[in-house]
């Protein structure tokens, strides 16, 4: 089997005041929404802006060939077929995964979507020296996707996947590789920046019809979508970057937007009784501090990473939040039944971290003090300047920790993760505020295990542990539902007694929306599903 290898301000206002235009003269049904993000994410099918950018320019546009089911808000979201109908590991060789992709499916520009189209879009992520090489779609895909070593064509509708270690979760990292019509590339002057002002194609329920830099990005509904029973119920949805939590919140009360991400927690009551809906539900999402724990770095002692644990008031955070999060004390939640047994239950006690921290050699004549990178907005990041100036407050007067901040944009904080430990863009960092989805083991993989520190995945924290390692290898090979789940209980235990993080909160997914926006169901993913909104 011979597989291809891989080489290695002003414009908000200006849309705002459009928008009532826009709408006298487009169908009556436009769902307009505020974004966290500070710009509108990338458009030529591998959006950035994390996975805000997926969710509203992402998969709504450019499917997958597994996509998330987003039916149900009473369960976290699990995987279906998107287009691809099956998948399976070949049983002569774990490491190679095959598809069997769906017929009938066309891009929004009429042309196949088939066999030579996975190829080539595998080629733009995959293949530096291709034509159609795509510098920042790229990125984005290889760090979620670090283990792909090849790919090739079986036949017009199979493709075979081969990872650079078994890996029984591949499916869940295939659901972050998406399609765009190599004819819009072509279209666009073989230029991924012309490309991406077209729009370009998809095979989604919604065309992206219009983009206008720094300032608004518009979908339309699919009328020709694959599956005939999932054509959307509004005609237009109108994405605006808000990253002001102040000003999401006035366009949604002054009716310039129908929905807004992460709504001030203060403002959540006022708006429930002026008659908006607030939607919140439990989903998989931590948000933490990454600690650095290779070089000199003070937060090496695993002594000191439990004591910050300790440290933490999460209850008093989550009331700030006015309830919209729940405390964390590890990767998973408690209840989680892969959650394992640790020793460490962490909970608020300021006591034991000092003791913690004195073992470590710090006290108040040789206080903790360290740098955490932080930003201002972003996705995921719920409301992280009042979050971390609480923290600092916190963690002064709890354990006399000292922490500064280095405060930057969403986008440059990403680029951090993926740095090594003393790069320039840290300013000096040992600890940077990043969310992350907690959703399955193919997350873990890439921010937990040492194969994947930077520039390889996301152990930013160059954490390497000898029994996490063991207990993955485990899960990875598995080959039952009882074996995963128990090699993946060690493997959580781990994170826990011996954290490459502090762990602060899981967020609600708080959402407001007027009360026009019917028939939403919020799905416990970062992903929510458009096709069933309506506006009345």
């Known amino acids: 089997m011979r597989f291809m290898l891989k080489a290695t301000g002003l414009g908000l206002a200006a849309a705002l005041l459009a928008l009532p235009a826009i709408a006298q003269q487009a169908p009556q049904r436009v769902l307009r929404i505020a974004m966290t993000a500070a710009d509108v994410p990338t458009t030529t099918g591998m959006p950035n802006n994390g996975f805000e950018g997926m969710r509203f320019l992402g998969y709504p546009v450019f499917e997958s060939l597994v996509l998330w089911d987003l039916s149900r808000a009473d369960q976290p979201a699990p995987l279906r077929p998107g287009l691809a109908t099956s998948w399976r590991q070949d049983p002569a060789d ?133 599956d005939t029973t999932r054509i959307p119920r509004v005609d237009r949805v109108v994405l605006l970057p808000m990253p002001e939590p102040t000003t999401r919140l006035a366009a949604l009360r002054s009716g310039q937007v129908d929905w807004i991400e992460v709504p001030p927690p203060d403002a959540i009551p006022s708006l429930r009784q002026a008659g908006f809906n607030i939607t919140t539900g439990s989903y998989p999402h931590v948000w933490p501090y990454l600690l650095q724990t290779g070089g000199n770095s003070p937060l090496a002692d695993v002594r000191v990473r439990q004591a910050l644990n300790y440290c933490v008031d999460r209850a008093g955070l989550v009331q700030l939040l006015n309830g919209t999060a729940e405390p964390s004390v590890g990767w998973l939640k408690p209840n989680d039944p892969n959650f394992g047994t640790p020793e ?29 990178m932080i930003s201002t907005s972003g996705s995921g990041q719920m409301l992280p300047l009042p979050m971390n100036e609480f923290l600092q407050q916190n963690l002064r007067d709890a354990c006399g920790v000292n922490l500064s901040f280095e405060v930057t944009e969403w986008n440059t904080l990403l680029g951090a993760v993926r740095s090594t430990p003393g790069a320039p863009i840290l300013a000096g960092s040992l600890g940077i505020n990043v969310s992350s989805p907690s959703s399955d083991p193919s997350v873990a993989a890439r921010y937990f295990l040492q194969a994947f520190v930077p520039p390889n995945g996301f152990n930013w924290p160059q954490w390497n542990d000898p029994a996490f390692e063991a207990a993955f290898a485990q899960l990875e090979r598995a080959t039952n539902e009882g074996e995963f789940n128990a090699a993946y209980a060690r493997a959580h235990a781990r994170l826990v007694d011996n954290p490459p993080w502090l762990y602060i909160v899981h967020d609600l997914n708080p959402r407001a929306m007027h009360r026009r926006v019917r028939n939403f169901t919020s799905a416990q993913s970062w992903f929510q599903d458009l096709v069933p909104v309506e506006i009345q």
Do not use: C
């Open 344 to 372: 460490n239950r962490y909970s608020f006690d300021a006591a034991r971290g000092r003791r913690l921290l004195s073992e470590a050699g710090f006290n108040a004549q040789r206080p903790l003090a360290f740098k955490v």
């Open 94 to 226: 774990p490491q190679t995964w095959l598809f069997t992709l769906r017929e009938g499916v066309r891009f929004h520009d009429g042309t196949p979507f088939n066999a030579d189209a996975v190829i080539w879009n595998l080629e733009r992520y995959f293949n530096n020296q291709s034509p159609q090489f795509e510098a920042a779609g790229s990125a984005i895909t290889r760090a979620r996707i670090p283990i792909m070593e090849g790919y090739r064509k079986v036949d017009e509708r199979t493709i075979a996947f081969r990872t650079n270690r078994v890996a029984s979760y591949f499916p869940y990292m295939a659901v972050y590789i998406l399609f765009t019509s190599p004819q819009s590339f072509e279209q666009g002057g073989r230029d991924w920046a012309r490309v991406a002002a077209l729009p370009p194609a998809g095979t989604g329920p919604f065309r992206l019809s219009r983009f206008v830099p720094r300032t608004s990005a518009e979908l339309s509904k699919n009328e020709q979508y694959w």
